[in-house]
């Protein structure tokens, strides 16, 4: 048995390739290590939404060059969207590295590694596909381990957001057929997987493109009648596409969790001109509150951009102000960097002092974990539905899993409950995280409000 070492860096899509990358050359006799050191193959999952994260990408490949000087046989490749990005510059760059394949050639693994080990090749491919069996897997998906699942219904984007690179590195949107996703999802439910997180760049834009293809609500819709599952979730989508019928399936579509991702990026109206996110902040703000109307105890989340170019000290604040006024459950907030081909580097400088923009991106998180923490606390005392996911990697000797609202519950019981559903009474809050005991687990079910005392 050869031995294959992953590592990932990104996002659930990547996260999700790199469990397909697996798959695939566990087919080809690849077994998984965690020690780089034992490695016949190593694979590099990138990301290059942010220049950072691009950066660890040529560190991780500098710090393997000994590796391979060690041992001749050694693959490496490399993945994602930085792959995707630099093609046949990254072997130029990076003489030691073996192949590169892009954000549409998962599927291309097997064979690119053969050419490597038959032919002596070092292979690049990266392609782009307009037909979306590129992400299915003739073999069938292997059984998940896990009580989630991630499940790809869409991969790319067709908004041109200035600061982004996405369209570029994961091409237009393509949907999958919808026959194949509530397939796979019957299969994953079938064995034992609870939970999805549907995945793509904009999900509810999802089918758009597709002729006769279901919507995102109707594919919800569809998934949320698939016996054995209990909860839905997806990520990411974009403000312009939450249609009515998105926010109705939040009433009627009991295993849709109470959770939304929605970026806003930022509570400017001049900068989200600048950004061409294509709303207005009151246009972004009409459409939370019609949601929250519907849906009061819906969980919400969002992307936040802070020293984007020419950003002003009135337009920060109009940030700080929309986060006062919507008091998300959760951000993720960064510091812009240029990333090439984007509209944004074409035609503004990076004027934002890195001073500036630290300083910036410290208030934002510091004003979001007193909201945060305030929100979370407000959840002591009550009961949350939590599905168990292991052991809590932060609290020994505690189990975790997620509320449907998507916090972090750790609390007191045995490790059999994983992938089984408790009643958790919260008892202490953290900005980031609920501490609860457990009341009951299983089989045993108490009727609850949502959201209620118990
Ligand atoms: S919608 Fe999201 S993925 Fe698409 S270009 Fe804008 S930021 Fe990038």
Redesign the pocket.
């Known amino acids: 048995m050869k031995k294959l070492y992953v590592q990932t860096y990104g996002c659930q899509m990547n996260q999700h390739d790199s469990d397909r990358a697996v798959q695939l050359m566990a087919r080809m006799d690849y077994t998984l290590t965690d020690r780089v050191e034992e490695a016949d193959l190593i694979l590099l999952n990138t990301c290059s939404v942010r220049d950072k994260a691009e950066q660890k990408v040529y560190s991780a490949l500098g710090r393997w060059r000994e590796l391979k000087e060690k041992k001749k046989d050694l693959i490496i490749g490399v993945g994602g969207c930085v792959a995707q990005q630099e093609g046949e510059n990254l072997l130029r760059r990076v003489p030691h590295l073996d192949l590169v394949f892009g954000t549409h050639n998962i599927h291309r693994l097997a064979h690119m590694v053969q050419e490597v080990q038959l032919l002596g090749k070092r292979p690049v491919e990266v392609a782009f596909y307009r037909d979306p069996s590129y992400m299915e897997d003739p073999e069938g998906r292997p059984e998940v381990q896990g009580v989630q699942a991630f499940v790809t219904i869409m991969q790319g984007?067709?908004?041109?957001?200035s600061?982004?690179?996405?369209?570029y590195v994961?091409g237009r949107e393509i949907s999958r057929p919808s026959e194949k996703i509530i397939r796979e999802v019957q299969d994953l439910a079938r064995g034992g997987v609870r939970e999805v997180m549907l995945l793509g760049?904009?999900v509810n834009s999802y089918g758009k493109n597709s002729p006769g293809e279901l919507t995102f609500s109707q594919l919800l819709d569809r998934i949320n009648d698939i016996e054995g599952l209990e909860r839905i979730r997806f990520t990411?989508s974009?403000p312009q596409d939450l249609s009515p019928e998105l926010v109705e399936a939040y009433t009627k579509l009991e295993k849709l969790c109470e959770h939304l991702h929605l970026?806003v990026?930022s509570g400017s109206d001049t900068v989200l001109e600048r950004m061409r996110?294509g709303y207005s902040r009151k246009e972004y703000t009409d459409r939370i509150h019609r949601l929250r109307d519907q849906c009061p105890d819906i969980a919400l989340s969002t992307d936040i951009i802070v020293g984007f170019p020419a950003e002003t000290d009135a337009e920060f604040e109009q940030t700080l102000e929309i986060l006062r006024e919507l008091e998300y459950d959760e951000i993720y907030a960064f510091a812009y960097s240029p990333r090439p081909q984007t509209v944004a580097v074409k035609i503004y400088p990076d004027d934002v002092p890195e001073e500036v923009k630290k300083e910036r991106l410290g208030r934002v998180l510091n004003f979001q974990n007193e909201i945060s923490l305030r929100k979370n606390k407000k959840k002591i005392g009550y009961i949350e539905e939590v599905l168990v996911e292991g052991p809590s990697k932060l609290r020994k000797g505690q189990i975790m899993g997620r509320a449907r609202n998507n916090r972090i519950v750790n609390f007191t019981g045995p490790e059999c409950l994983s992938r089984q559903m408790a009643q958790v009474r919260i008892t202490a809050a953290s900005a980031n995280s609920l501490l609860g005991e457990l009341v009951s687990s299983g089989e045993v079910s108490i009727t609850l409000e949502p959201g209620g005392v118990a």
């Open positions: 984007c067709n908004k041109v957001c600061f982004c690179i996405v369209p994961r760049q904009n990411t974009h970026p990026q996110r």
